[in-house]
C-alpha cells in the first residue's frame, strides 16, 4: 500500500506563494521550507535589529507581509521572539539556546577560556577579546573591559573582517590554505587606510605571524585604535585567538604581546588537557 503524505497547511501556503512568485518572474521557482523561512526571518535581526516590525522583516527577507506576519507569531508563541507595541525583538529563548552551543558550555572554548581573559584584562587594564574564524569574518565569543578602557565597537556575536584585524590574522596564520584562499578571493576589505591591500604583502604578514605566534592591527580596524592577538592553535591549527585592544598613543605593543600569547598558550594547554 501506497501512502501520500498529506502538505500541512503552512506547506501548502509555502508553496503557493513560491509558485506565484515564479509565475509573475516568468519562472518556475520550488517552494521554500518554512523553516529556512523562519531562520531568514531571525536572520534580519542580526544586522538589522534590535526591533523590527512586520514590513521591515518583510523587506529585509524579501517575502510578503503576510507571510513575515505569520512566521513572527509562530516565533513569538516558542518564545524566539517577542512582541514590544507594533515592534518585535529577539526572545530569551534563543539566548539560552545560544549558550548551549558547545564553544559556550564551561568546558567549551569560551568556558575554559575565561579564566585567562580575566587575567589578561587585570594584567593590561585594555580590552580583551576571545574570537573564533568563520569564514571571512571574526565572531567575537567574549569581551572584557573596564570603565577607563578605550572605546571599542565591538559585541559578542558580533562580526569583522578577518583579513583587517589582530585576530583573523592570528587565526588565518595557522588555517589551511583553502581557508586564507577565500579571504584573498573575497577581497580585502579596506576600513582605512592602514589595512592590507596587497595580497602578497598580507600573505608576508601571515607567514610572519605563524614563525612569531602574534599579530598586530595597527589602525586597520579602526583609526586610533590597535590590537595584538595570538592564535589558540590545537594540532597545528588555530581554533580561536585571543587579542588585547587599546588607543594608538597608549599601547606597549612588545609587553602586551607576551601577555597576550601567555594567555593564548595557556588555553591551548587548558583545551588539549580537557581532551
Same mark, same amino acid.
Given at each position: 500500500m501506497t501512502v501520500t503524505a498529506v502538505p500541512s497547511p503552512m506547506e501548502t501556503e509555502d508553496r503557493r506563494a513560491a509558485e506565484s512568485?515564479?509565475?509573475?518572474?516568468?519562472?518556475?521557482?520550488?517552494?521554500?521550507?518554512?523553516?529556512? #523561512? *523562519?531562520?531568514?526571518?531571525?536572520?534580519a535581526f542580526r544586522d538589522s535589529g534590535p526591533a523590527l516590525?512586520?514590513?521591515? +522583516?518583510? @523587506?529585509?527577507?524579501?517575502m510578503p507581509k503576510s507571510t513575515a506576519f505569520r512566521l513572527l507569531n509562530h516565533l513569538a508563541e516558542s518564545g524566539y521572539v517577542e512582541r514590544t507595541g507594533r515592534l518585535y525583538i529577539l526572545g530569551s529563548r534563543l539566548f539560552e539556546l545560544g549558550n548551549a552551543v558547545q564553544m559556550c558550555r564551561p568546558d567549551g572554548l569560551r568556558g575554559l577560556a575565561l579564566p585567562y581573559l580575566g587575567e589578561l584584562y587585570a594584567g593590561t587594564g585594555k580590552v580583551v577579546h576571545l574570537a573564533v574564524l568563520d569564514g571571512t569574518d571574526v565572531v567575537y565569543l567574549e569581551k572584557l573591559h573596564g570603565l577607563k578602557a578605550v572605546a571599542v565597537d565591538t559585541v559578542v556575536g558580533g562580526r569583522t573582517p578577518a583579513a583587517c584585524s589582530a585576530?583573523? #590574522? *592570528?587565526?588565518?596564520?595557522?588555517?589551511?590554505?583553502?581557508?586564507?584562499g577565500g579571504v584573498l578571493d573575497a577581497g580585502l +576589505?579596506? @576600513?582605512?587606510a592602514y589595512s592590507h591591500s596587497d595580497p602578497a604583502r598580507f600573505?608576508?604578514?601571515?607567514?610572519?605571524?605563524?614563525?612569531e605566534r602574534i599579530a598586530h592591527d595597527r589602525e586597520e580596524n579602526r583609526l586610533g585604535l590597535v590590537c595584538t592577538a595570538a592564535p589558540i592553535v590545537m594540532n597545528g591549527r588555530a581554533v580561536g585567538a585571543v587579542s588585547v585592544s587599546g588607543a594608538a598613543t597608549r599601547f606597549d605593543a612588545p609587553q602586551v604581546a607576551e601577555q597576550v600569547r601567555r594567555a593564548a598558550d595557556a588555553i591551548s594547554h587548558g583545551l588539549r588537557q580537557a581532551g
Amino acid at each position: 500500500m501506497t501512502v501520500t503524505a498529506v502538505p500541512s497547511p503552512m506547506e501548502t501556503e509555502d508553496r503557493r506563494a513560491a509558485e506565484s512568485t515564479g509565475a509573475r518572474e516568468g519562472k518556475a521557482s520550488p517552494a521554500t521550507p518554512s523553516i529556512t #523561512k *523562519a531562520l531568514q526571518v531571525l536572520e534580519a535581526f542580526r544586522d538589522s535589529g534590535p526591533a523590527l516590525g512586520v514590513s521591515d +522583516v518583510a @523587506r529585509l527577507v524579501g517575502m510578503p507581509k503576510s507571510t513575515a506576519f505569520r512566521l513572527l507569531n509562530h516565533l513569538a508563541e516558542s518564545g524566539y521572539v517577542e512582541r514590544t507595541g507594533r515592534l518585535y525583538i529577539l526572545g530569551s529563548r534563543l539566548f539560552e539556546l545560544g549558550n548551549a552551543v558547545q564553544m559556550c558550555r564551561p568546558d567549551g572554548l569560551r568556558g575554559l577560556a575565561l579564566p585567562y581573559l580575566g587575567e589578561l584584562y587585570a594584567g593590561t587594564g585594555k580590552v580583551v577579546h576571545l574570537a573564533v574564524l568563520d569564514g571571512t569574518d571574526v565572531v567575537y565569543l567574549e569581551k572584557l573591559h573596564g570603565l577607563k578602557a578605550v572605546a571599542v565597537d565591538t559585541v559578542v556575536g558580533g562580526r569583522t573582517p578577518a583579513a583587517c584585524s589582530a585576530l583573523g #590574522k *592570528a587565526m588565518l596564520a595557522f588555517s589551511d590554505r583553502r581557508t586564507i584562499g577565500g579571504v584573498l578571493d573575497a577581497g580585502l +576589505v579596506r @576600513r582605512t587606510a592602514y589595512s592590507h591591500s596587497d595580497p602578497a604583502r598580507f600573505l608576508a604578514e601571515l607567514r610572519w605571524v605563524s614563525m612569531e605566534r602574534i599579530a598586530h592591527d595597527r589602525e586597520e580596524n579602526r583609526l586610533g585604535l590597535v590590537c595584538t592577538a595570538a592564535p589558540i592553535v590545537m594540532n597545528g591549527r588555530a581554533v580561536g585567538a585571543v587579542s588585547v585592544s587599546g588607543a594608538a598613543t597608549r599601547f606597549d605593543a612588545p609587553q602586551v604581546a607576551e601577555q597576550v600569547r601567555r594567555a593564548a598558550d595557556a588555553i591551548s594547554h587548558g583545551l588539549r588537557q580537557a581532551g
